[in-house]
């Protein structure tokens, strides 16, 4: 079992950076292949991005590709989300999530431990 939190969401201007973390308690975090989604009103949450345990295999969805990566740092149990050259499509909640499955999880169905999300908006 683990407990999730994010942080580091806040107001940034379109073209604009932000790094969000997503820190971890519980059992070890290096058991769980981690991901970021995010969920703007009226929609879908959707899939962002991916990382194995280790943290040497990544995948990016195609609307982020170039823009943001993800990266973890197991001795921290913590899990982050770089974003750069942000966009108002960009506005969101996001949420990290965590799986017991044994390598990359790109689908919402395949998390099993979710935080509460932080809130990303990006202004024109």
């Known amino acids: 079992q683990v407990q999730l939190v994010e942080s580091g969401g806040e107001l940034v201007q379109a073209g604009g950076s932000l790094r969000l973390s997503c820190g971890a308690s519980?059992?070890?975090?290096?058991?769980?292949?981690k991901g970021w989604f995010r969920q703007a009103p009226g929609k879908e949450r959707e899939f962002v991005a991916a990382?194995?345990?280790?943290?040497?295999?990544?995948y990016c969805a195609d609307s982020v590709k170039g823009r943001f990566s993800i990266s973890r740092d197991n001795a921290k149990n913590t899990m982050y989300l770089q974003m750069n050259r942000l966009r108002p499509e960009d506005t969101a909640v996001y949420y990290c999530?965590?799986?017991?499955?044994?390598?990359?999880?790109?689908?919402?169905?395949?998390?099993?431990?979710w935080g509460q999300g932080t809130q990303v908006t990006v202004s024109s």
């Open positions: 990382i194995s345990r280790s943290g040497a295999v990544t």
């Open positions: 519980g059992r070890t975090s290096s058991s769980y292949a």
């Open positions: 999530a965590a799986s017991l499955a044994t390598g990359l999880v790109l689908t919402r169905g395949g998390y099993d431990y």
